[in-house]
């Protein structure tokens, strides 16, 4: 396989966990560039359900290995915990996950300020964070006032975690808020870098060996480029680039060598939290989408927002990413429909636009403009070859491919790995 960069195309959620899980086949290594564990990968293998949240989901095929790139950001504690999850699953960390040096760190003080901030916004100013501290994380990376994972091996990482819990616990208690004990931030970090440490490593040229051995690398991207820092409905956002450039600064693997771009898309559209969505449906069809296909948060549990297709925001998605394929998930979960919307266009303040806005109160005036569609009434879901899809079925994807100017690649008819067709020649 190419070296591939997975991205979200939508707000997150579109299922890259499981697409990953399948092109990780091909590959030979996995990497998660940007991120936190705010982000939640669900693979489902066989009667088993995983969700991942730091780990790349590379580490669910045996043999592959698995990189913790300097562009995430990683609660240690937390990680652990995910490590042993994985460990009692039978499945073997040694040798296959690898740590960034560089790699910021969350520390409880950032989880603190995360919910005080939250709660301190004006009603409607809200972002709808998960709290985990994942922007206050990148906050002090870009005020050079973070500590990395190289840091914590350092002898002077005492003292260095001494004056940003004091530093922190000044203005958490301006706020009114409890402050962080700094002993036992110490002593969990500690704790936790017996297990990390060994994994912590320069990923930097063991990237670039792989590559020149010809090995294959997949990076696996988290949430979706409408939740990127840059490109997404700003400030409802993310705090990291989860578009296909943040695949590149988060590794320290250049743009050069990327072969390939893969685009996860639902197709329909959902998102968590708050923050302007055109195609949003609040009516008893949000419903059934939601209902049908199990729209919850696999990170917050919180149900998600549901709307028909976007192709404003799936263009918008191949403009800055330069995606090369579709991966379509959740065909299945239109089965039922009799008629199925496409949003083509947006009606802005009475003129016609066909790319997304960069002010989201323009983005949130903006109406969709429909294109309807015969649905095809009928189970996509026991269907292994692409010419045995309904005629309906095979239309709808046709002109999503037609819309946004790019064919799909991987079509996903359901949360399991053989629920996945591979292309190629759709007339195969």
């Not at 296909?244 to 988060?250: H, I, P």
């Not at 990413?321 to 979960?333: F, H, Q, R, Y």
């Not at 569609?373 to 046709?398: F, I, M």
Request: glycine share 12%; charged share 25%.
């Amino acid at each position: 396989m190419p070296n591939t960069i997975l991205i979200g195309a939508q707000w997150g959620d579109e299922g890259k966990g499981k697409i990953i899980d399948v092109l990780t086949e091909r590959a030979d290594w996995v990497v998660r560039p940007q991120g936190g564990n705010n982000a939640g990968h669900t693979v489902e293998i066989g009667e088993e359900k995983f969700v991942l949240h730091l780990v790349p989901s590379g580490i669910l095929t045996p043999g592959k290995r698995c990189v913790i790139g300097n562009g995430v950001v990683l609660d240690p504690v937390a990680l652990v915990e995910e490590i042993k999850g994985v460990q009692a699953r039978g499945l073997s960390v040694e040798g296959r996950l690898f740590i960034s040096d560089r790699a910021h760190v969350v520390f409880p003080y950032h989880r603190m300020l995360d919910a005080q901030g939250e709660a301190r916004r004006a009603k409607g100013d809200q972002i709808g964070t998960t709290q985990r501290g994942i922007g206050p994380t990148y906050a002090d990376k870009a005020a050079r006032f973070g500590l990395r994972m190289c840091d914590l091996v350092d002898p002077e990482f005492p003292a260095l975690l001494k004056s940003r819990v004091e530093e922190k616990n000044r203005i958490l208690a301006a706020m009114g808020a409890p402050v962080v004990a700094y002993e036992e931030v110490l002593a969990a970090t500690r704790k936790a870098m017996e297990v990390l440490g060994p994994l912590t490593c320069d990923v930097i040229p063991l990237l670039h060996a792989a590559a020149e051995r010809g090995e294959s690398l997949l990076f696996e991207g988290a949430q979706g480029i409408m939740l990127d820092l840059d490109f997404g409905t700003y400030p409802y956002v993310t705090s990291s680039n989860a578009g296909a450039g943040g695949a590149c600064t988060g590794s320290g693997f250049p743009p050069g060598l990327v072969d390939h771009v893969v685009g996860v898309l639902k197709a329909y559209t959902t998102r968590v939290g708050e923050g302007p969505f055109p195609s949003e449906l609040t009516d008893a069809v949000g419903e059934e989408l939601r209902r049908v296909g199990r729209e919850f948060g696999a990170t917050t549990g919180r149900p998600r927002r549901c709307g028909w297709f976007d192709a404003v925001v799936a263009r918008h998605a191949v403009l800055t990413c330069g995606v090369d394929e579709w991966a379509l998930t959740k065909l299945d979960v239109l089965d039922g429909f009799e008629t199925i919307r496409i949003c083509t266009a947006y009606e802005l303040d009475g003129r016609r636009i066909d790319h997304f806005p960069a002010n989201v109160r323009e983005v949130a005036r903006c109406r969709p403009v429909y294109e309807d569609v015969p649905g095809w009434q009928a189970s996509t879901r026991a269907v292994t070859r692409y010419a045995d899809l309904p005629e309906n079925a095979k239309r709808y994807v046709a002109r999503l491919e037609r819309i946004t100017g790019v064919p799909v690649g991987i079509l996903s008819l359901g949360p399991r790995r053989e629920s996945t067709l591979i292309l190629g020649e759709k007339d195969a």
